[in-house]
C-alpha cells in the first residue's frame, strides 16, 4: 500500500441519491485517519448498510466526493473498483452467505478474487482467526448448518482477513449469541496499529465503551445527515 499523508476514508459534501440508498438526500462529511476508530451510532442498522456500501463506492451521489486511500470512487473504472473494495473489511447485517459452497469459501472469496496470495498462506492465516475467534477450525460446512455462534465468529474472521486497510463494521456484539468482544477488540486494534482504519456503526451505545479510550471520534447517522458528537 502507498504511503498516506492524507484520509484514509473521505467523505466531502457527499449527497447520496435517496432512490438508490435510502439514506438521507443531504450533504454528508467524513474524515477518517489512518489508524483512527470512528463509532458511528444509528438506530436503523439499514442505514448503516447503505452508508457502508457509500464508503464503498457503490452508491451514486449527486454531489460532493467520495473518496478511499486518496482515489475518489467515480475516477475509477469497475476494474479499478472492485480491485479497490479488495482492501476493504466488512461486517454487514446483510445476508451475504450462500450454501451454494462451504463456508470456507465465502470466507476467503474476496482475497482469493482480488489478490495474488498463495492458498497456503491465505488457509494459514484463516486457520489463525478462526482460532481467536474461537472456531474448532476452518468451517468447510455450508453456512445453514453453522450454529448462529459460529456464523457470527466466521463473519468478523471474513473482514479482517487480508490485512484491509480500512475496516467497515456493523456491529456483531449487540444480540451476538456469544461473546467474541475479546477477539474482537484484539482484531481491532491490531488492525489499527498497522495503519487500518475502523468505522463502526452501533445501535447499542453502550456497546462501544469497553474501548471507548481507543476510540477516536464519535458521530450519529440521523434524518438530518451526520452529526458529531462529543465522546461520554
Not at 11 to 19: E, M
Not at 62 to 83: E, I, P, Q, T, V
Not at 139 to 165: M, N
Amino acid at each position: 500500500m502507498k504511503h498516506l499523508t492524507g484520509p484514509m476514508l473521505e467523505l466531502a459534501d457527499a449527497t447520496p441519491v435517496f432512490d438508490e440508498s435510502s439514506l438521507p438526500p443531504v450533504p454528508l462529511s467524513l474524515r477518517v485517519m489512518p489508524g483512527e476508530c470512528a463509532v458511528i451510532e444509528t438506530r436503523d442498522m439499514s442505514r448503516a448498510t447503505m452508508f457502508a456500501d457509500l464508503c464503498s463506492g457503490m452508491v451514486h451521489l449527486r454531489n460532493g466526493s467520495a473518496r478511499f486511500m486518496d482515489m475518489n470512487w467515480n475516477d475509477l473504472d469497475d476494474r479499478h473498483r472492485n480491485a479497490l473494495r479488495g482492501r476493504i473489511g466488512r461486517i454487514t447485517r446483510r445476508p451475504v452467505w450462500t450454501d451454494l459452497f462451504g463456508t470456507h469459501v465465502g470466507m476467503m472469496f474476496k482475497e482469493l478474487h482480488h489478490t495474488t496470495v498463495s492458498v497456503q498462506d491465505l488457509t494459514g492465516e484463516t486457520a489463525r482467526l478462526c482460532t481467536q475467534f474461537g472456531l474448532p477450525g476452518i468451517p468447510v460446512e455450508t453456512p445453514r448448518r453453522l450454529s448462529s455462534a459460529d456464523l457470527v465468529r466466521a463473519s468478523c474472521v471474513r473482514a479482517f482477513l487480508g490485512q484491509p486497510q480500512l475496516l467497515l463494521i456493523e456491529d456483531p456484539l449487540e444480540g451476538s449469541p456469544v461473546d467474541i468482544s475479546g477477539a474482537f477488540f484484539e482484531c481491532l486494534t491490531e488492525a489499527r496499529d498497522r495503519g487500518a482504519s475502523v468505522v463502526w456503526f452501533v445501535r447499542d451505545t453502550t456497546v462501544w465503551q469497553p474501548y471507548r479510550k481507543a476510540v477516536s471520534a464519535l458521530w450519529r447517522l440521523a434524518d438530518d445527515g451526520l452529526l458529531t458528537v462529543r465522546i461520554r
